[in-house]
Structure formats: C-alpha cells, structure tokens
C-alpha cells in the first residue's frame, strides 16, 4: 500500500512535541487553522483549514491509537469530498539523543492511488513539520 513517511528531528521533549500533536492550540500553531481533538481513544477530531477560495474545510476523524507521548492514529471519515477522506495518520513521538523524533505514516484515501495527490500530501506534511520545527526550537 503507497504511503506518505516523514519525519522530523525537533529539540524539545516528546512532552512538548506530544502536546503539539494533541491540543487545540498546538494544532493550530502549525497545522490547521482551527482544531477540536478529544485526547483519548475513540475521541473525536475535526480540524479546520480553508480551501483555495477561503471557504473552510472541516476535516472529521477519530483517534485510534492513544499512548501518551509516543504514539497517535487519527482516521478520517470516509464520507464527503474531504483531502483526508478515509486517510489514516499514523504519528510516532520517540526520544533521539538529544532530540525528539517525529514521524509520521499517511494512508488510505486517495493517497493509495494517486501519485500527484501523493506528492502534495509529501510536500504539505514536509511544509507542516518545518513549522512545528521551528516553532518548538524556539522555545
């Protein structure tokens, strides 16, 4: 199954690269525009950006995966016209020496099938990492 893999090298603790990933406020430092997560298994996720036109799009998903500060799995709704429609993102949070280690896997969708779909979801997340990068170094 194609994917999209990236990862990040931030020099923070996973503490602080966890609530990053799993707060209202830290998604929206550096992800989307406006996010509702419920930090468990099984809460709800719907994050907010805006399309091309300035309309808002409203992304809906579950988390999956919950262990505090090492790893999380959000999958989206397979309903609607959405960029994540039936993606899966898979993020792992892991202590690196002195840093901490981001990835992620991104699947399903039309990631699978599509390779110029493929390449802009690469480009996005590698974008979206260089700002929680240089956000949390900065702290």
Known sequence: ?????????????????????TTNDGLAKWLVDEARFEGRA?????????????????????????????HLEISFDTIGKTPNCGCRWSFQVARDGEETRLSIVHSGGEVVSDEVLRERWDNEWKEAFQVLQTWLDED
Do not use: F, Q, Y
């Not at 199954?1 to 990933?21: E, G, K, N, Q």
């Not at 805006?50 to 500060?69: A, F, L």
């Open 1 to 21: 199954m194609a994917s999209i893999r990236r990862h990040v090298h931030i020099m923070a603790p996973p503490r602080t690269v966890w609530r990053a990933l």
């Open 42 to 70: 099984g809460g709800r996720v719907v994050l907010t950006t805006e399309d091309d036109e300035g309309n808002p799009v409203e992304e809906r998903g579950i988390v999956h995966k919950w262990r505090p500060t090492s």
